[in-house]
């Protein structure tokens, strides 16, 4: 989950993420958002990593994982009580009580699953951040990847959607939550960004030959044997372009995709970064893509 500027819906999202989807763990890539969502992720991270321990046991959480660019384990402390209830209590100053409260109530929500956090030093865009997060997860065995978004639009009820369409068919490499099958909507959008998302899918479809209806999704599980079937390390699209990119990409490789639907809320905390140089990104990009696509096929 790609973050910047995204503090306030840590809480609400990981919640219900954690709630509703027993056992998956969250990798969080954050590019030094100035509101303080790496610190906040950070503070949750670790009382969910000492939540386990014996009554009057003292824990220090530390960070879960030996993460580059990770930020130093926090003076955070972990009481067990006589119920076995973890109590948690700060002694670094940087750490409020309030970043404390709200880490415990995520924590009561977990079910098996663990929060990482990676830092990175600067805004460095949505593409590399993904790609981060899939190096990340390979290296350490994870068998299905998932792309999904903070702010709330990707509803934690359609990931468990999305995971059992992988569980129940394990022929499809790829499942992609779609606003553009019978089923899917978008909600509380206002019509032009409708507008643009559906041109955006239609023009891409017809540049690349690819029959998926909503190209530009950005919530989808990979089996991790598709995505070490690409180079990864070759992507250069780095705004909302990704998604298509990565779709075609995967399709080259031979993966089966289908499309599930889903329902994708207009977000109600913060701030869209949808702004005109990713629109002019996506269409530069799909128009050489497709180009070339069909310059390979004249050639033929």
Not at 72 to 100: H, I, K, Y
Not at 138 to 166: F, K, N, Q, T
Not at 220 to 233: G, H, K, M, P
Request: charged residues 25%.
């Amino acid at each position: 989950m790609p973050t910047y500027n995204e503090r306030e819906n840590l809480e609400p999202t990981l919640s219900e993420l954690f709630a509703r989807n027993p056992g998956i763990d969250v990798l969080i890539v954050d590019d030094s958002s100035p509101d303080g969502t790496g610190h906040a992720a950070d503070v949750i991270s670790r009382v969910i990593a000492a939540r386990t321990g014996v009554p009057g046991m003292r824990v220090l959480a530390k960070t879960n994982s030996p993460l580059s660019g990770a930020a130093p384990a926090t003076g955070l402390e972990c009481f067990v009580d006589e119920q076995g209830a973890p109590v948690f209590a700060s002694s670094d100053a940087s750490v409020s009580t309030e970043e404390v409260a709200r880490a415990h109530r995520v924590n009561q929500c977990t079910n098996g699953s663990h929060l990482h956090v990676l830092h990175r030093k600067a805004k460095q865009g949505l593409g590399s951040a993904y790609v981060q997060g899939f190096s990340w997860a390979l290296a350490h065995h994870y068998d299905v990847i998932c792309e999904m978004d903070m702010d709330g639009s990707h509803r934690p009820a359609d990931l468990r959607r999305i995971l059992g369409e992988l569980e129940r068919h394990p022929e499809v490499d790829v499942v992609l939550g779609s606003r553009r099958v019978p089923g899917g909507r978008t909600e509380d959008w206002p019509w032009y960004r409708d507008a643009i998302s559906r041109a955006g899918s239609l023009y891409s479809r017809v540049m690349l030959g690819l029959d998926i209806r909503d190209m530009t999704s950005g919530f989808r599980a990979y089996r991790a044997s598709v995505l070490r079937r690409i180079d990864l390390s070759s992507i250069e699209a780095n705004g909302y372009v990704f998604q298509i990119d990565m779709t075609r990409r995967v399709i080259e490789a031979g993966a089966i995709v289908k499309e599930v639907p889903i329902t994708f809320p207009e977000r109600t905390r913060g701030h869209s970064k949808m702004d005109g140089a990713i629109v002019r990104e996506a269409m530069s990009r799909v128009t050489r893509w497709g180009l070339q696509r069909r310059f390979k096929r004249n050639k033929r």
